[in-house]
């Protein structure tokens, strides 16, 4: 039987809202603690802050019942008997984790501990990290036998968090006293037990009773390394398959043919074979970074994820390259953009490859409408409208009157357009496609130039029996 448990989350950014609401939805009790009021004030108005599936939804179940929001860390300490840290670790100019955020939440709660807790590190750390903290704690006077440092590192997705934390592939837990793993055990019960799939209204996914999902019981360092290794590798995955995909394009065979190929092989599987512009978000670049500098602090040669970055980074020059050579030259040209996220399903822009190819499709002199379902607000942050950049309403809108059309995101929306308006819209029917959402030979039966990614290029066959003009 699963047991209401109380439950901090500091931190009310992408990590720490999904974990507030979701542990909620498992049963327990939760306060969220964010030290920006403003943050705070529409989070309990209901405002979810960003775009994610079933997010708004539950946030709405729970606010100010299950879930509360405060400024009071110390409140939110004294109350509850796990807290889990889940504030923000930037990369700093040296490319390794600021853990600033960190320190000074470790350094408050420590403050206020009477009783003992349990503090999670949620977010994304370099190993060691927990040392580090446990150091913080005794430097502010806290007894060794008040609390436990945990890692239980995320795996969630942009788009589909919701669904990941509670459908995990794993739970992994990095405890080094059976203590703290008793207390992560008995709140993960609802999922592991698979009480919570049995519940009406329970969020669907791929977990049910039958097999719920497994709790990885590890050392803290460990766990720490996990998360690091496993967005690093995913990272490496995307960039080895951007780099066949130049191959495959330097002869013309199809990437999308050979990634298929690859996939079946029950080792490599097919997921992150998927070619584009490039890996971006809130995760992959720092994580990358962040795993490489710990590396090299300790002196690892960790040359590979130096090539991985190189890799990602070179796709966007790449395909801009691919948009010159369909239109020439590119200064005065009117491109339609269709995507500003780093994916689909989701608002953020933090290091999107759809950002970059803008910024240098300005700099090269051309003229952009863009659209996506969700980003632009964002986006207009960072890139205000101006002379030569307009953000518009539709798809169709972008594609007005421009010399080519532009594919920066993979939104589902934009793999079910109305592909003849498109060519009607466009000043040239001239799409290039760096999410390859469409089939080379559909487009071109619509009279599309059609370019994409790691498959050779697309024109119209020309009737060569029409009469020439006399």
């Not at 670049?285 to 040669?301: N, T, W």
């Amino acid at each position: 039987m699963s047991e209401n448990i109380k439950i901090a989350v500091v931190g009310s950014g992408y990590v720490g809202l999904v974990a507030a609401v979701c542990f909620a939805e498992m049963g327990h009790d939760v306060i969220c603690v964010d030290n920006d009021e403003r943050k705070v004030a529409a989070l309990q108005g209901g405002d979810s802050l960003i775009h994610e599936d079933s997010l708004p939804e539950l946030l709405e179940k729970y606010r100010n019942t299950k879930v509360r929001f405060m400024t009071d860390l110390a409140e939110a300490t004294r109350e509850c008997e796990a807290i889990f840290i889940a504030v923000g670790t930037p990369q700093s100019e040296a490319g390794d984790a600021d853990l600033s955020y960190v320190e000074a939440v470790a350094c408050e709660i420590a403050r206020s501990i009477t009783s003992y807790k349990v503090i999670v590190e949620k977010s994304t750390v370099p190993v060691y990290t927990n040392e580090w903290v446990t150091r913080s704690m005794e430097r502010n006077g806290v007894a060794r036998q008040l609390f436990d440092v945990v890692s239980n590192p995320e795996f969630l997705r942009e788009g589909t968090a919701v669904s990941d934390f509670l459908h995990p592939d794993r739970i992994v837990v990095g405890a080094d006293s059976e203590r703290a793993a008793a207390v992560l055990r008995r709140i993960y019960l609802p999922l592991t037990s698979g009480d919570y799939y049995e519940r009406s209204g329970s969020i669907a996914g791929s977990c049910n009773v039958a097999d719920p999902p497994p709790l990885l019981l590890t050392s803290t360092k460990s766990a720490e390394i996990i998360k690091h290794a496993s967005n690093a590798f995913l990272a490496l995955k995307i960039s080895f398959i951007n780099a066949v995909s130049n191959l495959c394009e330097a002869t013309d065979a199809n990437v999308e043919q050979v990634a298929r190929g690859m996939g079946l092989d029950s080792r490599i599987g097919p997921k992150f074979l998927r070619p584009g512009i490039g890996y971006g978000g809130s995760c992959f670049p720092k994580d990358v970074a962040a795993f490489r500098s710990v590396a090299e602090q300790l002196g690892i040669d960790f040359n590979l994820l130096t090539e991985v970055e190189k890799i990602n980074g070179q796709q966007k020059k790449r395909f801009l390259n691919k948009v010159r050579s369909a239109l020439w030259t590119l200064r005065g040209k009117r491109i339609g953009v269709l995507g500003l996220a780093f994916k689909g399903e989701t608002d953020d822009i933090r290091e999107s490859p759809a950002i970059d190819v803008v910024e240098m499709l300005l700099a090269e002199g051309c003229s952009i409408a863009a659209y996506d379902p969700a980003a632009i607000a964002r986006t207009q942050e960072v890139l205000p409208a101006a002379s030569n950049l307009r953000y518009v309403t539709d798809a169709y809108a972008a594609a007005e009157d421009a010399d080519a059309l532009l594919i920066l995101t993979d939104w589902a929306e934009f793999s079910n357009l109305d592909i003849d308006r498109l060519n009607q819209a466009l000043r040239y029917p001239i799409v290039i496609d760096g999410r390859n959402l469409y089939d080379p030979d559909t487009m071109v039966k619509h009279g599309f130039t059609y370019l994409s990614i790691g498959r050779p290029a697309a024109y119209p066959v020309r009737d060569l029996t029409a009469p020439s003009a006399s």
